[in-house]
C-alpha cells in the first residue's frame, strides 16, 4: 500500500516536472491538487506531534500522580499505625493509674479510695433493695511495739503479709483494703451481724496462725475487730463510726477479739 | 532568619531552634488544638535553615504522647529531613526517652523506619 503510493507520488511528481505536461489541461488542476495533498501530509503530522506531546504529558502526570497517591497511602498507614500504638500507651497508662490510684502502695490491696467507692455503691444497693452490709474494722494489736523493736522494714513486712492473709481469707464477694496505718476495713456485703462475725472470726484465726520471721525470731500478731451491720437509712460513714467504737471495745476488753456494734450507740 | 522559641503547655511541647548551633529541640506531649500552626512554624523554620544555613542540622526529640495530628506533622518533618540528606546536607535526629517508658522506644523506631538519615533512640535519665 505504502510503496503504491510512493510509486504514485514518484509518477505524479515526475509529469508535473515533465515540459512536455505543461501544455496539458490538466496540468493545472493536478499541480493545484498535488500541492493541496502536500499540505494535508504536513497538518496530519503536525497534529500527530502534538497529540503524541500531549499523550505522553498526560501519562507523565498519571504517573506521577499515582506515585504521590502511593506514598499518602503509605503516610497515612504509618500514622495510623502510629496513632493506634499511642492510643493502647495511653489505654495501659490509665489502667495503670487507675490501679495505682485504688490500691495501697505498700500491701496492694484496695486503698481507702476504692473502700470509699465501693461503701457508697453498697449504701446506694441498700437503699434501693434493702440488703444490708456489715463493715468490719480491724487493727493489729500492739502493732507498734514491733515497729519500735524490729523497725519500719520489718513492721511494714508484718502488714504485708497480714494484708495477704485478710485478702485471701475473706469471701468472695468481700472487699478487704487498708484503711490506714495498721488498720484494716472489710466490707461484707449482704451479710448480717452473725454471719459476718463467723467470717471475721475465722480471718482472726488465720492471723493467728501468721509467723514472720526476722532473723532467728518469729513474730505472731494478733488483731482486735469490731463489726457494725448498716442500719436500713444509716449513712455508711456512721456505720464505720459504730465499727470503730466496736473496735474501740474489743481493744479494752483486752485486745485479741471480737466486738459486735450495738444499734444505737455512736 | 533566627532563633525561636515557643514555651511548653500541658498539651503542647517546648520547642526551641538555635540557629547558630543548628540545633531544633521539642519536648513534651502534643496534642494541642492548633497543631498545624504550632508544627508549621516549626516546619518553616527547619525548610529556611536547610536553605539558608549551608551547616548540619540536629533535632532534639524528648516527646511523650503524640495525637494523630501530631504524628502527621512529625512524618512530615523527617520527610523535609530525609529530602534533605538525600540532597548531600548534614541532618541527624537523636529521640530520648525515659527508661521508665521503653514503649516510647517502639514509637520512635516506627518513625525511624523509613530515614536513612543518623536516627539515634537513646535513654536519658
Known sequence: MIRDRTALEERIASLLEAPAQAENPLYEPLSQLWEAHHDMMRRIDRISRISDAYQSIAKQREMSLAERLEKQLRQLEKVARISDRYQQMMHDLNKALRQASTHDALTGIANRRLLGERLKEEADRNKRYGRSFSIAMLDVDLFKRINDQHGHDVGDRMLVELASVLETEVREQDLCGRWGGEEFLILLPETDLDAAQQVIERVRERVRELTVRVDTELLMVTVSAGIAQQIPGESYSRTISRADLALLQAKRLGRDRCELASETAV | ?125
Open chain 2, 1 to 125: 532568619m533566627n532563633d525561636f522559641s515557643i514555651a511548653g503547655t500541658q498539651s503542647s511541647p517546648a520547642i526551641r531552634g538555635d540557629w547558630a548551633q543548628g540545633l531544633l529541640a521539642m519536648q513534651g506531649d502534643s496534642y494541642p488544638e492548633n497543631s498545624y500552626e504550632l508544627f508549621h512554624q516549626v516546619f518553616t523554620w527547619i525548610e529556611a535553615y536547610l536553605a539558608d544555613a549551608g551547616r548540619p542540622l540536629h533535632l532534639e526529640l524528648r516527646l511523650l504522647y503524640l495525637n494523630t495530628s501530631s504524628i502527621k506533622a512529625m512524618m512530615d518533618i523527617f520527610d523535609l529531613l530525609e529530602a534533605a540528606h538525600l540532597a548531600g546536607k548534614a541532618v541527624s535526629v537523636s529521640w530520648l526517652y525515659d527508661q521508665r517508658n521503653e514503649r516510647v522506644v517502639e514509637l520512635a523506631e516506627e518513625f525511624k523506619e523509613d530515614c536513612t538519615f543518623p536516627f539515634d533512640v537513646v535513654s536519658h535519665d
